[in-house]
Each structure stands twice: as C-alpha cells, then as structure tokens.
C-alpha cells in the first residue's frame, strides 16, 4: 500500500459501480487519463471523504503495463493525498506527453504546391523516421492530409482515392502510391512517343517540299 491507511480511511461504499476508463499503459498524456479519472469519480455522487478514498484506492485499477509497475513500485505510505499521487504519476509519465506531441507533428507536413508527389512521399517518409515510432493509421492520416490536390493531377487522385478508400497499413498507401506513379509514367512515355512521331514525320514531310521545291526549281533552269 502506497498510501497510510489513515489517509483513505472510508471504505468502498457498497453503492459504488467502478466507471468504464481505458487504462493507461504510459504513452500518452498523462493528465488526461488523471482528468478523465477524477470527473468519471465524481460521477457517482460521492461524499467528500468517500471520493478521495475511491480515488486513491481505485487508481491503480486504472492502469496496465509500465504505469501499473510504476504504480506497485510506489514507497510504502509515500502518498499521503490523491492530489500528490496524481503529481507524481503525471511527472513521471512526462516524456509520454513529448513523444505524444512529437507524433502529432508528422500532421504538419504538407506537400508543396510545386512539390511533386515522388519528392513529397520520400520527405514524408525521412519526416516519419525521425519521430518516436507512428502507428500505421497515424501515419496513414497525416499522409493523406498532407497531400496536396494543387501540386499534380497525380496527387489529387491519391488523395481522392484514399479519402474514398481508407486505407489500413502504411504499405497499402506506398503500393496505391506506386500504380499512381506507374501510370503518371506511361502517360508521360506515350506522350513524349507520340511527339517523337509527330516530329519524325514533320521531318519526313519537310524533306518531301524541299526535295519538290528543288525539283521544281531545277524544270525551271
């Protein structure tokens, strides 16, 4: 027990139903999980003795993982107030609160206007890279937001199709990404062998009227 039992003398009263709250298991912030807590206590119309021993004494149902190692390895009767177990938890699950906000700005990176698409998925991915380790819909999200209709034709579709086909894995986004890009490619490869056409027989064409111009030119003489 972290705590004297003078500090939580009232027991558990019958009436009290333990809300629903997702653990916590120490990667994100943790004072909304303290926040989220304390208002779901209060929920149940307690009387003030009675709440601050439900939240001292249900606290630690509320974690898993790390936090609930944390929580067990706390100094026997070193809490003397929920109010100073909920600072110590929050200070020592801060860096949860750096890498959750480091995460979030993988949503700032936006393709440029005169960004191309191959150039906008490699900064991306280099972006991605340097954050703590982004889930798959999180970085499936970010991409999609941060792609930009006004930069190519080919980016607009990207965007359209995964806003109408959400994607799951990272992987799925890189392979639509790669058909866009195959595609974009043909229609560049058959344009430019179109114009080679056109200009192999402009040529042909060109020499056809010199070689009548001079023919003509030579009755003449």
Not at 18 to 28: A, F, L, Q, R, V
Not at 37 to 61: P, Q
Not at 67 to 96: Q, R, V
Not at 149 to 163: A, F, G, P, Y
Request: aromatic content about 8%; proline content about 5%; hydrophobic content about 35%.
């Amino acid at each position: 027990m972290s705590f004297p039992p003078s500090e939580a003398p009232m027991k558990i009263p019958k009436r009290f139903r333990m809300p629903d709250i997702p653990k916590y298991n120490g990667t994100t912030d943790p004072n909304e999980h303290v926040t989220a807590y304390t208002c779901a206590i209060k929920g149940n119309d307690l009387a003030d003795d009675e709440r601050e021993s439900v939240l001292l004494k249900k606290f630690g149902e509320t974690l898993s993982k790390g936090a609930m190692i944390w929580y067990h390895n706390l100094p026997e009767h070193s809490i003397d107030s929920f109010s100073m177990l909920a600072d110590a938890f929050i200070k020592a699950h801060a860096g949860a609160i750096k890498v959750e906000t480091r995460k979030s700005d993988l949503f700032n990176v936006k393709q440029q206007d005169d960004e191309t698409l191959p150039e906008f998925v490699a900064r991306f991915q280099m972006e991605r890279m340097d954050l703590p380790p982004v889930t798959d819909d999180w970085a499936v999200q970010a991409f999609t937001q941060g792609l930009n209709s006004r930069s190519s034709i080919t980016s607009m579709e990207l965007k359209q199709n995964l806003i109408e086909y959400p994607a799951i894995a990272w992987a799925d986004v890189h392979n639509r990404y790669q058909s866009k890009i195959r595609v974009e490619d043909d229609k560049i490869l058959r344009a430019a062998s179109v114009s080679w056409h056109s200009d192999k027989g402009s040529d042909r064409s060109r020499r056809v009227v010199d070689r009548d111009s001079r023919s003509s030119y030579d009755r003449r003489v």
